[in-house]
Every structure is written in C-alpha cells, then in structure tokens.
C-alpha cells in the first residue's frame, strides 16, 4: 500500500513570500490532516479535513494560512506572506474513518524562512 | 483540553538494556493513547495504541506499552534495546468523548541506545 506522499520535501523562502505544499493521503483514507512540527515540539495540528470539508482549523492561522482539499482526495496548505516563525516541518496525515484509528503520516516538508 | 507530557528529552540506554520511555496524559474522559517514532528526515511511523482491553499493548519492533489509568500514564517499554531503536519518540492522546480524530502530542523523548 502506498503511504502518505508529499511535495516539496524541502523549501527556502524569503519573508513576506508565499509558499504552497501538496498533499496525497492514502488511497480511500476520508480524513486527511495537516500538522505544523516547530523544531523541539511534538506536532500541532493546523487543520483537518474529512472527506473535502473542514472538521477542525481552530489552531490554522487563517490570515496566512490556507488549506483546501478539493475531490476529497489532495491538498494543498498555503502560506501567504510567510514570517520567520513558520519555519518548520510540515506534516500531512491521513486516517480511516474510524476514531480509534491510527494516522499515516507522510515525510514531510521542512520550511526555511529567511 | 487534552495534553500530553513527556518529562524526558532524552533517554540513554545500552544495547541489551531494557528501556522506557515515559508519558503522561491529562482528559477529561476516557483517552485512545498512540505512540509514534520517527527517524531523521523521515514521517512518524506508528508504533502501538490503546483503545480498550488489555492495559499492555504490544507493538511493531519488540516494544510494547502500559496503560495506567489511575496514574493516567502510557508509558513505552522494550525488553531489550537495540542501537537501531536510537530515534525521536511521541506520545499522543485522542479524547474519546470529543469525537475530535486529531491528535495532542508530546514534545517527544529521544531515545539514544549505546552500543
């Protein structure tokens, strides 16, 4: 089964530059969630996604960031402009449609804002 | 709200050691407790969950963990560590009553395995 795949892996940008990261979950997985990983913490969720609505983007700072996933299937997380304190990994995960499922996470995009 | 913490940056042990590595979680009802490992540059891969049942879970790679409810921990356990175990490791916490599917994790334990 193929996992969760993301692009870019890597990215340097400038402040006050926009930047867009993809997402495709695994194949048939309804939820799909984006998480911020701040060097040093544990993962934070940004948002999350069943199907191709919003469940939950309570912690996405939302004059930022944007989100869609559009067919249910990818998605792409947006941020424009970029500060200094968005540097991080970017996390995307899918899950079955259960709550006591595990999430599959993908590989991640390290962001580097100069 | 949920949380999760996990007092130990780091862990060392030796190789043939056993090892744990501790959690601790705070929610208001009944909790579905995940561990995830992840190597550099690489996602984190599921390792074991509680759900119900059973308070020991066994795991992928030998390691298993225990579910304490009245000292409201989960902490992560393998009987004999190997240098390859040498990797971050999460702890996280899902509220059942919620419904809410994301996860609150912890600030993760490295793990370092001497040889």
């Known amino acids: 089964e193929a996992g969760v795949a993301q692009s870019p892996r890597y990215k340097i940008i400038e402040k006050r530059q926009s930047v867009a990261f993809w997402c495709n979950p695994i194949?048939?997985?309804?939820?799909l969630y984006w998480y911020q990983q701040i060097l040093g913490q544990g993962p934070k969720l940004l948002i999350q996604?069943?199907?191709?609505?919003?469940?939950?983007d309570s912690q996405l700072p939302k004059d930022r960031f944007s989100a869609e996933r559009l067919k249910g299937v990818d998605s792409t997380l947006k941020i424009q402009p970029a500060k200094l304190e968005d540097s991080a990994v970017y996390l995307c995960?899918?899950?079955?449609?259960?709550?006591?499922?595990?999430?599959?996470f993908g590989p991640g995009t390290r962001l580097t804002v100069l | 709200a949920q949380s999760v913490a996990q007092p130990e940056d780091q862990v060392n042990v030796a190789e043939g050691n056993p090892l744990t590595v501790k959690c601790t979680y705070s929610?208001?009802?009944?909790?579905?407790l995940f561990w995830y490992v992840q190597y550099p540059n690489r996602g984190l891969q599921f390792l074991l969950k509680?759900?119900?049942?059973?308070?020991l879970v066994k795991g992928s790679y030998g390691f298993e963990a225990e579910f304490n409810k009245s000292q409201t921990s989960f902490h992560l356990k393998k009987p004999s560590a190997l240098v390859s175990d040498s990797a971050l490791y999460f702890c996280?916490?899902?509220?059942?009553?919620?419904?809410?599917?994301?996860?609150?994790f912890g600030s993760g334990t490295r793990l370092q395995v001497q040889p």
């Open positions: 929610v208001s009802g009944n909790p579905y």
């Open positions: 509680y759900i119900t049942g059973d308070n």
């Open positions: 996604f069943q199907n191709n609505g919003v469940v939950d």
């Open positions: 194949s048939g997985h309804a939820t």
């Open positions: 996280a916490v899902r509220e059942i009553a919620t419904g809410r599917r994301a996860l609150t």
């Open positions: 995960a899918s899950g079955g449609a259960g709550t006591a499922n595990e999430q599959f």
